[in-house]
């Protein structure tokens, strides 16, 4: 297996919930960011929800926001993403995500509301989430 496995992808309707899971390897001990992407096809990948190991401060994509809570069990190394009133725009593969172990790498996110795919070193092999009106 890889540094991260994601699971708990469906098919659901609008307006149903999902609670996706990652589960860390140790390859990822020294990461502080993790995070989750998302893919749909034809599109390029974006950041949906960020949290650091040490600090939380969760972080979230506008179109998320307020229907989506990432949260860890930092003991069990798992990172979570609930997922709730989904909508059509949401389906496409999700991917959870570690970075290169910088501690502060939630103050560029914080500033500019931005985290890049580039900016993680470890990826999970995704999960697919289809949501059906």
């Known amino acids: 297996q890889g540094p991260l496995v994601e699971s708990g992808g469906a098919a659901v309707q609008v307006g149903g919930s999902l609670r996706l899971s990652c589960v860390a390897s140790e390859d990822t001990d020294g990461s502080y960011c993790l995070a989750w992407f998302r893919q749909a096809p034809g599109k390029a990948r974006e950041g949906v929800a960020v949290i650091h190991k040490e600090f939380g401060s969760p972080y979230y994509a506008n179109s998320v926001k307020g229907r989506f809570t990432i949260t860890q069990d930092n003991a069990e190394k798992v990172l979570y993403l609930q997922m709730d009133n989904l909508k059509p725009e949401d389906s496409g593969v999700y991917y959870c995500?570690?970075?290169?172990?910088?501690?502060?790498?939630?103050?560029?996110?914080?500033?500019?509301?931005?985290?890049?795919?580039?900016?993680?070193?470890?990826w999970g092999q995704g999960t697919q989430v289809t949501v059906s009106s």
């Open positions: 995500a570690a970075d290169y172990g910088l501690r502060w790498c939630m103050t560029p996110v914080k500033q500019t509301g931005i985290f890049s795919s580039a900016d993680f070193k470890y």
